[in-house]
T-cell receptor, first 114, second 115 residues
Framework: AQSVAQPEDQVNVAEGNPLTVKCTYS??????LFWYVQYPNRGLQFLLK??????LVKGSYGFEAEFNKSQTSFHLKKPSALVSDSALYFCAVRDGGATNKLIFGTGTLLAVQP | DAGVIQSPRHEVTEMGQEVTLRCKPI?????LFWYRQTMMRGLELLIYFNNNVPIDDSGMPEDRFSAKMPNASFSTLKIQPSEPRDSAVYFC?????????????FGPGTRLTVL
């Protein structure tokens, strides 16, 4: 079965520093990978996705993610964190076969200190 | 586009009462998903529809939960009778199959509190 793991419940970073939110996946076949962000009292917002092609995917709000097949990872990155980036981040993988589910990780709370 | 619309945004009810949550997907989207989010269990897929037909309801916790999609622009999630453990935020999401790569768009959620 497809799955994703987010090993960190929380990531703390100072404003202006680079940030990384980790995600590893387990899939059979080619992975379809996603990152979503959830601000307090809001629904999830799509950030970026990897389907095929370039391993470095650029998304909204200056975020990017690097697909690494050998390490089965899809880490979310940003060169310079903003306080407004503080939110809950979810990694997701499309379930395989004929289904259309997204399997979400447990989420990582990003806290950016001023 | 207005995005996915959910109502109500907040619902407080007493145990044993019927609760109905509503969702309007993005126009032109033919997939609709219902999720539940709690601190303990994270984000869980309850059920999803394609072209108004339920495809997978394996995530529906028990018979007290039911979902319908009478037309392409409206879906309901009903809990009858409600219990305190149903307290959660319920999200609706939609996506388009044609030309799509599985990106789902989420509504703002309904925060349900069952007393």
């Amino acid at each position: 079965a497809q799955s994703v793991a987010q090993p960190e419940d929380q990531v703390n970073v100072a404003e202006g520093n680079p940030l990384t939110v980790k995600c590893t996946y387990s899939v059979s076949g080619n992975p379809y990978l996603f990152w979503y962000v959830q601000y307090p009292n809001r629904g999830l917002q799509f950030l970026l996705k990897y389907i095929t092609g370039d391993n470095l995917v650029k998304g909204s709000y200056g975020f990017e993610a690097e697909f690494n097949k050998s390490q089965t990872s899809f880490h979310l990155k940003k060169p310079s964190a903003l306080v407004s980036d503080s939110a809950l981040y979810f990694c997701a993988v499309r379930d395989g076969g004929a289904t259309n589910k997204l399997i979400f990780g447990t989420g990582t709370l990003l806290a950016v200190q001023p | 586009d207005a995005g996915v619309i959910q109502s109500p945004r907040h619902e407080v009810t007493e145990m044993g009462q019927e609760v109905t949550l509503r969702c309007k997907p993005i126009s032109g989207h033919d997939y609709l998903f219902w999720y539940r989010q709690t601190m303990m269990r994270g984000l869980e897929l309850l059920i999803y529809f394609n072209n108004n037909v339920p495809i997978d309801d394996s995530g529906m916790p028990e018979d007290r939960f039911s979902a319908k999609m009478p037309n392409a622009s409206f879906s309901t999630l009903k809990i009858q009778p409600s219990e305190p453990r149903d307290s959660a935020v319920y999200f609706c999401a939609s996506r388009r199959s044609q030309g799509s790569t599985d990106t789902q768009y989420f509504g703002p959620g309904t925060r349900l509190t069952v007393l």
